[in-house]
């Protein structure tokens, strides 16, 4: 395994100052767990389960904590991502359809960014900047991000350092001033049950698998190990790389997990059970401008990150309102990275194109912004936060094109010598992916059963039809991988071996 120590006494079993320097990768990584999207599911899960749910973002974010761990496995041990592997490895069809998979990925969580930094505007300017122009000042700090690239990577990573700090403050703010019952929080982080829960907790509960694991963090995280300098031909050097690696995203996703469980926690203290009219009434009270937002009916409030903040702003005075919405801003600014790294190194991998990151990033941001913007300037913020949980959707959706090839490659012997995954890791992982999917394809069909349309019905049939033969053709490659090999008919799947690692000096750029 990978946290085997040393033998040699020379080496010390642990050094911060190593540790120092392989941290960067796993905290750009943990980001993807911070964006708005996660931040909607979780204040929507505290509102609609209370705590009851806290121990479904605990359980996801632990095996996001097992993926990330191959994914940077595959990266230290091969010197290639996951798209440069999937390139290799996978004939030009199903290669270029992976690719167009992960990029839809990317653009919706590109959206949500979007939208997040949209809303957040539009509530630090007291609804001055409408959501169209917070939609558009978004793409200029596009180019903020990219004048931070210039000056390195360490320098960048400090950067996302401090945006992650800024939200732990900011929602951990929120977490005193709601001081919400610890016991309560402890019981629902560490039971596994969900007491007098119907349809709406167990949608939340897979929405929340959704939007945790993200399909491009994956290729992401294979790419950013590779910026440390490592020997692949000394053994004990990969080995000590994967460890320390392991160590970082342990405490990244920790800190992570951590402010999911403030947002989580707060809405849960504090809106659990109410009805829109309490709410109405509370905010009529404290004068804020925004109280026409909740119907005065009886029905149990609905929150997004939008309304999230108002209600806040109503039962705990502005500050509350004005610090979650630099929360939010801070949550989408670094979301933005990822999807711009993530989206650069999926085509040079899949696609040999090697563009610069100003025009990666401004065809990502095009295509994101188009339809958020037309919804920002034709619908209302209902719209545009609804739009957020079908983004949700997608991704959850894009999922299995990132673990199936994860798992298929970390497994082959010829790829990864003596790091190739042991049995234990291909049966859990297998049955792990197996998981994921079956929620993922619940949630999609309770989505669409929700749309009540007749065509979309027959659309999202053939759509489904063609998804999860996708999906056979990869498992079936994936089943050959970890050792079925009576799968393989006519002996068509060939894996080439591995080009000996010390000898690809090329792929180390």
Request: glycine share 8%; aromatic share 12%.
């Amino acid at each position: 395994s990978c946290l085997d120590s040393h033998s040699d006494d020379t080496d010390a079993l642990f050094s911060f100052r190593k540790l120092w320097a392989f941290t960067g990768p796993g905290f750009l990584m943990s980001i993807a767990y911070l964006d708005p999207g996660n931040i909607e599911s979780d204040l929507q899960s505290g509102a609609i389960a209370g705590f009851k749910l806290l121990w479904v973002l605990l359980v996801a974010t632990i095996i996001g904590l097992l993926l990330q761990r191959l994914a940077a496995r595959l990266g230290v041990v091969t010197g290639m991502h996951l798209a440069e592997v999937c390139n290799r490895h996978y004939p030009t069809v199903p290669r270029i359809i992976l690719w167009l998979m992960v990029e839809l990925a990317i653009i919706g969580s590109d959206m949500q960014e979007v939208i997040g930094c949209a809303i957040a505007f539009n509530l630090l300017s007291v609804g001055r900047i409408p959501l169209w122009a917070g939609v558009l000042i978004t793409i200029f700090d596009t180019f903020v991000f990219l004048f931070l690239d210039k000056y390195g990577l360490r320098k960048l990573e400090a950067f996302f350092g401090f945006l992650i700090t800024i939200m732990a403050l900011s929602f951990g703010y929120e977490y005193v001033r709601v001081a919400p019952d610890q016991v309560e929080v402890l019981k629902g982080m560490f039971v596994p049950y969900c007491s007098g829960c119907g349809a709406a907790q167990l949608e939340q509960a897979v929405g929340i698998v959704g939007a945790v694991i993200m399909p491009h963090n994956i290729y992401l995280h294979s790419a950013l190990v590779k910026s440390r300098d490592i020997n692949r031909g000394n053994k004990k050097e990969v080995k000590e790389a994967n460890k320390y690696y392991f160590i970082e995203s342990s405490i990244a996703l920790f800190i992570s997990f951590l402010i999911n469980v403030f947002v989580v926690a707060v809405f849960a203290e504090a809106f659990y059970g109410k009805t829109n009219m309490e709410v109405g009434q509370k905010c009529n009270e404290s004068g804020s401008p925004h109280s026409d937002l909740f119907p005065a009916n009886n029905q149990t409030l609905e929150v997004d990150i939008y309304k999230g903040g108002v209600v806040l702003g109503c039962f705990f005075g502005p500050a509350a309102l004005y610090i979650w919405a630099v929360g939010i801003l801070a949550a989408g600014q670094s979301s933005t990275m990822t999807g711009t790294y993530s989206g650069q190194f999926v085509m040079e991998g899949f696609l040999n194109l090697r563009w610069s990151r100003f025009a990666r990033v401004l065809l990502t941001r095009s295509i994101a912004i188009l339809p958020t913007l037309l919804v920002a300037v034709f619908e209302d913020v209902q719209h545009l936060t609804g739009m957020n949980d079908f983004l949700n959707v997608l991704q959850s959706m894009q999922l299995p094109f990132a673990l199936i090839p994860i798992l298929t490659f970390t497994s082959l012997t010829s790829l990864m010598n003596d790091f190739a995954n042991g049995l234990m890791w291909k049966i859990s992982g297998g049955l792990l992916i197996l998981g994921v999917c079956a929620i993922n394809i619940y949630f999609v069909v309770v989505y669409v059963f929700a749309l009540n349309n007749t065509i979309l019905y027959v659309f999202s049939a053939i759509l489904s039809f063609a998804y999860l033969s996708f999906i056979l053709y990869l498992m079936w490659h994936c089943l050959i991988a970890l050792g079925v090999s009576c799968l393989d008919f006519r002996g068509s799947v060939r894996y080439p071996p591995a080009v000996l690692v010390d000898e690809q000096p090329e792929l180390d750029s």
